[in-house]
T-cell receptor, first 113, second 114 residues
Framework: AQSVTQLDSQVPVFEEAPVELRCNYS??????LFWYVQYPNQGLQLLLK??????LVKGINGFEAEFNKSQTSFHLRKPSVHISDTAEYFC???????????FGAGTRLTVKP | DTAVSQTPKYLVTQMGNDKSIKCEQN?????MYWYKQDSKKFLKIMFS???????INETVPNRFSPKSPDKAHLNLHINSLELGDSAVYFC?????????????FGEGSWLTVV
């Protein structure tokens, strides 16, 4: 089965600084990759997803991610974060024949003033 | 209009009780899911239904029984609640049970068993 590893459980960063949240996946077949954000006391909201085509994917709120097949990674980046970006971020993977989506353990992004 | 709505949002109950969480989606999706998020934020799928048919049933105690009266609803019934059942339960849906489909989540139901 496919799986996801988020390498950092917590990432503190100052406002307006760049940030990268790391995600690695493992699967023996083609996969589709997702990043979701969870704000406090809310459900998960899709930030972006990679299905095929260009390996650089742009999402909402100024986030982007790059699919790297050779390194089996899908890291999330933002060039300048805001206080409002403070949230839990989840990387997820599904295989190419079903929608059985598996989530990473999450990365807590804390943006400080 | 809330796309995926679940009720109640907060539920505090005693061990041994039976409780239900209801979920409805108005997106016209064919597939619905239940996820459990534990205190460490780890999110794990419990069940998936496609057109009212059970697709995924992870290793979940049989005290948990999902019921899908139609493809817009997927309710979760839990018998004989235990302390370890305390978690946030998320209902979700996707258009079809195909890869790459975005999964839309409800806002969660916070279950506390005392």
């Amino acid at each position: 089965a496919q799986s996801v590893t988020q390498l950092d459980s917590q990432v503190p960063v100052f406002e307006e600084a760049p940030v990268e949240l790391r995600c690695n996946y493992s699967s023996s077949v083609s996969v589709y990759l997702f990043w979701y954000v969870q704000y406090p006391n809310q459900g998960l909201q899709l930030l972006l997803k990679y299905l095929s085509g260009s390996t650089l994917v742009k999402g909402i709120n100024g986030f982007e991610a790059e699919f790297n097949k050779s390194q089996t990674s899908f890291h999330l980046r933002k060039p300048s974060v805001h206080i409002s970006d403070t949230a839990e971020y989840f990387c997820a993977v599904s295989r190419d024949n079903n929608n059985d989506m598996r989530f990473g353990a999450g990365t807590r992004l804390t943006v400080k003033p | 209009d809330t796309a995926v709505s679940q009720t109640p949002k907060y539920l505090v109950t005693q061990m041994g009780n039976d409780k239900s969480i209801k979920c409805e989606q108005n997106l016209g999706h064919d597939t619905m899911y239940w996820y459990k998020q534990d205190s460490k934020k780890f999110l794990k799928i419990m069940f998936s239904y496609n057109n009212k048919e059970l697709i995924i049933n992870e290793t979940v105690p049989n005290r948990f029984s999902p019921k899908s009266p139609d493809k817009a609803h997927l309710n979760l019934h839990i018998n004989s609640l235990e302390l370890g059942d305390s978690a946030v339960y998320f209902c979700a849906s996707s258009q079809v049970y195909n890869s790459g489909n975005t999964i839309y989540f409800g806002e969660g139901s916070w279950l506390t068993v005392v």
